[in-house]
């Protein structure tokens, strides 16, 4: 197919016009106006697209700003008062807490600016204006390059076009691929790093249901904590400092009193990190039936030995909560995304639209000639041979991966120290200075939640696996060789080994070595138990894996983003969406239920008396605290009430996916309504298939989020800095 890139844009445009399912999609802030505000208003918003992404003026993008990277927050005051998720601010939360001042446990909340705490490292990016660059980037790339030929050309754009765009002082520019390389947009981007914790309600509340009521409805969690985001004395960016003062915004989101009825309109808006729609079948069918499940068996095993420690001993569990949570997160997504493609038949939806696909394209070449493999009617068969070849690749990089780079710890910190040996044998001893200097940094932060006897058993356990499940003998052979050479009985004696005789492990012993003289520390690493099996085994990887897994990875990338035009191509009447990349994205939908199974109805709001159901006295998931208790009983609501009752998380079919935690919520005059942190288990194959039957999102009511800060926690002085509206009035 060569349509030239314009008219390709302009078909795009045509098309979005109106969408298939109500919700589904993840649309570009700045073609809202183009694409789908009229679609919005006819599902009952009250503004224009403009009110929502202006460059001229302040608009609600304004208010929504990237967190840390990875999460979504926005600014709720005139005075740059962040809010997130309390799972977002999780790691800030923690770092601050101790045995003694447990912030975790028992909440935390700055009672004036003074007393907000400061988070080195922690960023609040906001995006100034985004622009299209595709013409830019794709010039002079053709179909005839190889996929390294055309990188090359784009990278050389790339380079050109951030070049020759003019920002102030303070801004950065990012450029995207989007349709998966079809099609390039510019994102002129300001950073602030001072941002400070301002208030966070306790796990009890922030975490209620834990890892139990994780991706599940009816949800009861209060997922919300509070920062600040601090600027120089000119409001702009500026590392931690005492004459910082609060960031004044552009524009920040009123809170709505009035609430949410089913059949509301509703808008997410944030950063949405990665969802993979336009995948062949045997791209679904092998990561619901082999890579997930080789994924979910480790993590089983992982979580079964941590979780084991964590309820033992409470230093044990404050040093691994946070770490816990996030590998129990995907680990029960995984699961549940098996479950929900099975149930909507997701497979065989592909392989419909793609028989559909066929046909189409098939009509469309009927009297063209293309040179081999250039018909976009072959893609498919190309797929399910590529597909084929790269499993057993794919499937080695995810045991890897998951074994040696994620649950066993100490092997992750073995990967640095080879490369830190590497280092001064390639470079030299400043480049080994200054790697050191910052392996020194992140090993601070490892080892104060590091427990070497815990992950000493998990390695027992994944040792034992990543020999007997990785599909290439050489890595399992690697593996009892050492085990030979260092005279171990059986897996367990071969952990006991190794943690014993590494130097690793101990945090005080690698600080003395870091002190030595170069050559003798790095003679030292090098002899390391630890750090010669992790470099015998990356090194046996990276030779029977690597070559080969990213040939074939490239070629699928290539054909993905030529089955993507063609699918947009083929199409002309329907409306396609690009894969969430990480960059500003606005979904709609509206507030309401699902039917999850036959003869089951979910309503969409839940309430404070599902939280007394859900409570059990000292549990560590499902305990609540005394106060909130007393509230309920009292019926102590304020103006927070609806009717009477404390309601406490809502859904509806917006289209989310990770790094949406956070975002807003936002009702049809753009108001806050509430925060969005998480999707139904049913529905949390959305990333590879929406479902619009069983896909919702969940957000915590705004109203909670005030109660709780007000009359849990007392801190009204942040309610009096917040604009509080009656829209429905
Ligand atoms: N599932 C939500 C998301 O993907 C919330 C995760 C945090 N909560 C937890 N219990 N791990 O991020
Ligand atoms: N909980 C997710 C997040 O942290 C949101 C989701 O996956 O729905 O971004």
């Known amino acids: 197919m060569k349509l030239p890139f314009k008219s390709f844009a302009f078909v795009l445009a ?9 919700g589904e999609g993840m649309w570009l802030p700045q073609l809202l106006k183009a694409l789908n505000e009229g679609d919005m208003q006819t599902m009952g918003m009250k503004m224009t697209a403009e009110d929502i992404y202006s460059v001229n003026k302040g608009s609600l993008k304004d208010a929504i700003v990237h967190f840390n ?18 799972h977002c601010g999780y790691s800030q939360i923690q770092s601050h807490s101790t045995l003694e001042k447990n912030y975790l446990k028992d909440g935390f909340w700055a009672m004036n600016m003074k007393e907000e705490l400061s988070n080195p490292g922690l960023t609040a990016t906001m995006i100034a204006r985004i622009d299209d660059v595709t013409e830019a980037v794709l010039k002079g790339v053709n179909d005839g390059m190889s996929p390294k030929e055309r990188q090359a050309a784009i990278d050389i754009n790339l380079e050109a076009v951030k070049n020759s765009t003019e920002v102030e002082k ?34 009890s509340i922030g975490k209620f249901g834990s890892d139990t009521d994780n991706w599940v409805w009816p949800r009861h969690t209060g997922d919300f904590s509070i920062f600040r985001i601090y600027a120089d004395k000119n409001n702009m960016p500026a590392d931690y400092s005492e004459d910082n003062v609060p960031y004044t915004p552009k524009h920040f989101l009123p809170i709505s009193l009035d609430g949410i009825e089913e059949g509301d309109f509703s808008m997410v808006f944030g950063f949405p990190g990665r969802t ?25 095993h992982a979580l079964k030995i941590v979780g084991t420690a964590m309820r033992a001993d409470e230093g044990v569990r404050l040093q691994y909560a946070s770490k816990f949570a996030r590998i129990a997160n995907y680990w029960k997504k995984w699961i549940g995304e098996k479950q929900g493609l099975e149930t909507t038949d997701g497979v065989g939806r592909k392989k419909r639209f793609e028989a559909e696909y066929l046909a189409a394209a098939k009509k ?6 293309y040179k081999e493999n250039q018909a976009p009617s072959t893609y498919l068969k190309q797929f399910e041979k590529l597909y084929k070849e790269i499993q057993p690749y794919a499937l080695a990089r995810d045991y890897h991966n998951e074994i040696t780079g994620r649950n066993i710890e100490i092997m992750q910190v073995a990967g640095y120290h080879q490369r830190l040996v590497n280092t001064y044998k390639k470079s030299g001893e400043p480049a080994y200075t200054s790697f050191k200097g ?77 002190n030595e003289e170069p050559d003798k520390a790095v003679e030292k690493l090098a002899n390391d138990p630890l ?90 998931e499902f305990d609540v605290p005394k106060k909130l208790l ?45 925060l969005n942190f998480d999707r139904v288990w049913e529905g949390t194959m959305s990333d590879i298939n929406y479902d619009a039957s069983i896909c919702r999102n969940i957000m915590v009511d705004a109203r909670y989020i005030l109660f709780i800060i007000d009359k849990f926690a007392g801190a009204d002085h942040l309610i009096k800095e917040m604009k509080l509206v009656h829209p429905k009035k």
């Open 69 to 86: 990277g990875g999460c979504t927050s926005e600014i709720i005051s005139a005075k740059g008062l962040l809010l997130t998720n309390h």
């Open 630 to 674: 007393e509230l309920y009983e009292e019926k102590n609501y304020g103006e927070y009430a609806d009717n009477g009752k404390m309601p406490v998380c809502f859904i509806g079919s917006n289209h989310t996916t990770g790094g949406n935690s956070g975002s807003p919520a936002i009702d049809a005059h753009g108001n806050l309504i509430g």
């Open 276 to 300: 993979d729609q336009y995948l062949p079948s045997f791209a679904v069918e092998q990561i619901v039936d082999v890579l997930n499940p080789a994924r979910i068996e480790v993590r089983d």
């Open 14 to 22: 045509f098309l979005f016009t109106s969408s298939v399912f109500a």
């Open 170 to 203: 303070h801004q950065e520019v990012r450029i995207r691929p989007f349709y998966k390389g079809n099609q390039y947009y510019l994102f002129v981007t300001v950073t602030y790093t001072d941002v400070r914790l301002v208030g966070t309600p306790p796990e």
């Open 438 to 514: 910052r392996l020194n940094n992140y090993l601070q932060g490892f080892y104060k939640n590091y427990q070497p006897a815990v992950d000493q058993k998990v390695f027992a356990d994944l040792i034992q696996m990543y020999v007997e499940k990785m599909p290439f003998d050489e890595m399992a052979s690697i593996m009892k060789d050492q085990m030979s050479a260092i005279g171990a009985s059986d897996y367990n004696d071969f952990a006991a080994k190794l943690y014993q005789n590494s130097i690793l492990t101990s945090q005080d012993m690698l600080m003395v070595l870091y």
């Open 364 to 369: 469309y070449e009927s009297n063209k000639r």
């Open 531 to 620: 750090v010669k099996l992790s470099s015998a085994l990356n090194d046996a990887y990276g030779e029977q894996v690597t070559p080969k897994l990213s040939g074939l990875q490239d070629q699928i990338n290539e054909l993905q983003r030529k089955y993507m035009k063609a699918i947009i191509e083929l199409f002309p009447d329907r409306s396609f969406y690009p894969d969430a990349n990480g960059t500003l994205r606005v979904t709609y939908g509206k507030i309401n239920g699902y039917q999850p199974r036959d003869a089951v109805s979910y309503l969409p709001v839940t309430y404070l008396s599902g939280v007394v159901e859900k409570f059990v006295p000292g549990d560590y």
